[in-house]
């Protein structure tokens, strides 16, 4: 008999997300969220101001990205560069009708095509761009309009990363002001609830022991525990108790008090206090 061995594929785990990352992964997640949805969605207001300026500069970055392609286009530039080419898209812009002139020019309407498309996107977004905007005059020109796309892109990121700083912040200024809230109702940790209760087993204590100095059968019958779950009779019992014990330790010390004045005062007449005379 020939047995078959299935080899079996170990999957490697996946690995623990790294904390950066789920922090980077909720600022993103909040800044996704709708201006009208974040109180409902949980976005912590602390992070608002941070995310209104993230939306700003990427929706900037993605504007200047998307012209940075007619501005790295070298045909369009070349054309664009071009008295008469230029004059063309000036013409059409005023009129779109006056595209029907230039129909057999393929360099205008390759020209006209590439920014029309530019046009639609800017519209969408409801912006405006000018001809500055898609033309430069030289490499250097170009490399600055790259580089201010990524100086934007910085921006939105690091925007985000504040955004994220602040909700951390935010978090760490509820738990301090959780603790010494705690702290304000008499001990870290401990629930108003709590407190209350201490405080009541804490008055119990003192007015049983209190009881028992005075003589206080009442007060002093706290001691006993709680009498709520106690019938008539068995209450009743408990006093008397209290009471006898109470009474006989007085009838103690009454004793002991008794027996030392007594002893005392045999010293004082068996000792040579007085003279035979009978005086001091």
């Known amino acids: 008999k020939r047995t078959t061995k299935t080899k079996t594929t170990k999957t490697a785990a996946t690995p623990p997300a790294d904390a950066a990352d789920v922090r980077a992964e909720r600022a993103e997640a909040w800044a996704a969220t709708p201006v009208a949805d974040r109180k409902a969605k949980g976005v912590p207001p602390a992070t608002w101001r941070a995310l209104d300026a993230h939306a700003d500069l990427a929706k900037e970055a993605e504007l200047r990205e998307f012209l940075l392609k007619l501005v790295e286009d070298d045909e369009f530039q070349v054309a664009m560069a071009s008295a008469r080419v230029r004059g063309a898209v000036e ?66 990121r690091m925007a985000l990363e504040t955004a994220a700083d602040a909700a951390d912040d935010a978090a760490r200024a509820d738990e301090e002001l959780k603790r010494l809230n705690d702290v304000a109702v008499g001990g870290a940790g401990k629930s108003k609830e709590t407190m209350k209760r201490e405080d009541t087993v804490a008055a119990a204590a003192a007015a049983a022991e209190s009881a028992s100095e005075t003589g206080d059968v009442s007060v002093a019958t706290a001691r006993e525990g709680d009498w709520s779950g106690l019938t008539t009779k068995q209450k009743v019992t408990r006093v008397a108790k209290r009471i006898a014990q109470t009474l006989l330790q007085q009838l103690l010390i009454a004793l002991a008090c008794l027996f030392i004045t007594k002893k005392a005062m045999g010293k004082s007449f068996g000792g040579g206090a007085f003279s035979r005379d009978g005086e001091l």
């Open 91 to 156: 013409d059409v812009v005023k009129d779109f009708h006056n595209v029907k002139k230039y129909e057999n020019d393929a360099a205008i309407m390759s020209v006209l095509g590439k920014f029309q498309r530019v046009q639609r996107f800017c519209k969408s977004r409801g912006e405006k761009i000018s001809f500055k905007d898609v033309t430069v005059s030289d490499a250097k020109e170009a490399e600055g309009r790259r580089a201010e796309v990524a100086r934007l892109k910085e921006g939105a």
